[in-house]
């Protein structure tokens, strides 16, 4: 047990996919893992680990933001053993060609600060996706028609931005979509030696200001996981 995290020893897969959700989680784990065990609801936050074609999996809830992510993600490697930790996640589109339910791949992610910002005090540190998930991930999408972006992406320290003008240079400078938790997990992945990726799906879209009901979210959200799930044991 951690402070955030009740499962025993053993407990937690080496791969765990990180949906900011728990009853995500939940959800996920029920459709997609034989025989789900829940394995951690410390603070509400729940986490399930079952079996996909045979291969262990856990999947976690991270909650919502970096600082959330960073306790979790920290946990799940330093103390559990995590080796691959994948975040599946909703997000914002910030660029035309990019539409509601489409799958974004985080090449990068940028952002303003992170927990480890303290760390690199002026440097700023580039985090990035683990290559051999994302080149799974990619043709794991395309073999099936998917509708998939890869790209950079920026993760924001809050949700209700009133930046315009940065929102502005980022649309000009190609970045696909924002959300709350990726930069952090790349960084993470770096410094302990583990692979991450970011896969997202497009719920809301800043330039049209279309969103998903509630109720198309789940049903979208089906392709992330199966992507995740297939990139980690191709």
């Not at 009740?6 to 029920?30: N, S, Y």
């Not at 960084?187 to 809301?204: E, F, H, I, K, Q």
């Not at 049209?208 to 089906?222: N, W, Y």
């Amino acid at each position: 047990m951690t402070v955030h995290i009740g499962a025993k020893p053993g407990e937690i897969a080496e791969t765990v996919l990180m949906p900011g959700d728990p009853l995500r989680a939940k959800w996920a784990a029920e459709r997609f893992l034989e025989n789900p065990v829940c394995v951690n609801e410390v603070r509400g936050m729940l986490g399930f680990t079952g079996t996909w074609k045979g291969n262990r999996v856990t999947i976690h809830g991270s909650g919502m933001g970096m600082p959330s992510l960073s306790i979790y993600a920290n946990e799940l490697i330093k103390d559990y053993g995590a080796k691959t930790l994948i975040r599946i996640g909703s997000c914002g589109a910030m660029q035309e060609k990019v539409a509601l339910r489409d799958v974004i791949l985080a090449t990068t992610s940028s952002t303003l600060s992170t927990p480890s910002s303290g760390i690199f005090r002026e440097l700023n540190f580039a985090p990035c996706a683990d290559f051999g998930l994302l080149h799974k991930a990619y043709h794991v999408a395309e073999g099936r028609g998917m509708p998939i972006h890869v790209g950079g992406i920026y993760s924001s320290d809050v949700f209700y931005d009133e930046r315009p003008d940065l929102n502005e240079q980022m649309q000009r400078h190609g970045i696909l979509a924002v959300e709350m938790e990726a930069a952090e997990l790349y960084t993470l992945a770096a410094r302990y030696g583990c692979r991450a990726l970011a896969v997202l799906t497009v719920s809301d879209h800043l330039l049209t200001e279309e969103a998903l009901p509630s109720e198309d979210r789940q049903s979208s959200f089906s392709d992330m996981v199966e992507i995740a799930l297939e990139a980690a044991f191709a």
